[in-house]
């Protein structure tokens, strides 16, 4: 068979079932073989980043391996944001490229560009497919490299004389490379639940790797086992409810909670599960370790000690640890009732909180997301990506379940939630989607909207608009300097509710927050109506600031704290 049509029967057989790309010469072999063989359907994006970007939202949403697709030159150099976002935040996915003809590549052939070397640096695996026999195996392994481990991006790129050529494959006798689960030392296990009982103030820091290695139900069956608070990062926000009487918030220098940063400060130990220990996150590191001991779990060996060396590190897969963790607990005897630990973080989680409440016209931020919180259930899926509101999100938002809650964290690529949305609304389509974006991140790959009107795909967008670049403006006040981040103009800068209409959408401008209930209403509605995107646009007083710090001991707060009764 031609040896993309085999490439077509991998694909389906490792559980792609749509794929994002765009066409162009140099890959028209493989889209030749998708439209004979069918069964992957295919959506025609307006730029190739965005393929990536669907690729990944539909990746986070099922766990499945992602597949975006371009074709040579420009097209795989557009998809190196996407690859490095995935590669960052621990996504699978595949990026399959076209290329020119194999004997042309020295000779600066037509869109001819060595995307393998460009893409090395931001996958876990860049190969350049040369013999049309090896395409079922790279393909093969290209899926299990993207699964295994820390999960990440793989990049194939396919010259188009070898993708025309004929192959030997019978996909009747062929099955997916197995991925090898990564158990835990058991003596490792056995110190690291001596140092938990040892601890009088312990917590769990649940990072991505919880969500990605489905151990929330474990997480949630330890903590409870042990009554031991438990806190999120920005990537693992949803891997227990924020409701449960053991979540303690989150902590950092910008997403994160008061109650959160003083309960950690207060704590003797951490368990991190799975937690890359980012910047914004621990802000300065000797206020954020102290002299509390840490255990680091994580599937990566390197992980472990890159930032700072810990009392104990533990290789593993989450899930796999936390299940010989409780089997062990369980096996001595162990059961706790919440003791004063847990009564003092859940006063901590009482007291130190912030303002939502607010009426104040322009909009405060704040009060965009208790209406969220108070709309939307623990169902719906976020996506949000980078700016003063990814960071209010992380204050503000609540997240009630795994996945619901998806965000770009450590790349931080403007543009991310529409194409993101449509990923998501794809791997889940009968589920509610809505994206939380800012006024200048929109416009980035804005273009993407004619995708999701042209292939039915509803969801919601709310945007927080200050007219600002309103995360560098605040970055920028100790340089004492308001400069070139203003992009304001006539009445209220871009029109995008125009914008939405000239996609065939929808939108609708909101300047009190009273009427920020009754337009999330219309616009759930709307989208279900037109089956297309659906804008609120909420116009945000301009020169806000979002608490942030240098240290998680020192975060400044800019607005009216609640009043302690």
Known sequence: MPAMNAVVHVMRDEGVDVAFGCPGAAILPLYKAMEELGGIEHLIVRHEEGATHMADGWARTNGRVGVAIGTSGPAGTNMITGLYTA?????????????????KLHQEAFQAVDIVEIAKPVTKWAVQLKEAGQAPWIFREAFRVARSGRPGPVLIDIPVDVAKQIIEYDPAIDAPLPVTKVEPHPPRVERALDMLLAAERPLILAGGGVIIGEASAELRELAELLQIPVQATLMG?????????????????????????????ESDLVLALGARFGDRHTGT??????????IHVDIEPTQIGRVFEPDLGVVSDTRL??????????SRGLSRTP????SRVGELK???????????????APRVYKEINDFFDDETYFVTAIGLYQIWGGQHQKAGKPRRYQVCGQAGPLGWEIPAAIGVKKAAPEAQVVGVVGDYGFQFLVEELAVAAQYDVPFVLVMLNNEYLGLIRQASIPYSMNYEVNIHFDEYGTDNVKIMEAYGC?????????????SLEWAVKESQRLSRPVLVEIMIEREANTPHGPSIDAV???EPLVAQV
């Open 87 to 103: 590669m960052a935040d621990s996504i699978p996915m595949i990026v399959i490229t076209g290329q020119a003809v194999s004997s």
């Open 237 to 265: 926000k949803g891997s227990i409810d924020e409701d449960h009487p053991l979540y303690a918030g989150m902590t950092g220098i910008q997403t994160s909670q008061r109650y959160g940063n003083a309960s950690f400060l």
């Open 285 to 294: 590191l000797d206020v954020y370790r102290g002299e509390r001991r840490f």
């Open 321 to 330: 640890f936390l299940r010989a963790l409780i089997a062990l607990a369980r």
């Open 339 to 342: 003791g004063a630990w847990v």
């Open 350 to 364: 009482r007291t130190l909180t912030r303002r939502e409440d607010f009426d104040d016209i322009p909009v405060k």
């Open 506 to 518: 929808a939108g609708r401008r909101v300047f009190d927050p009273a009427d920020i209930r009754p």
């Open 556 to 558: 400044a707060e800019f």
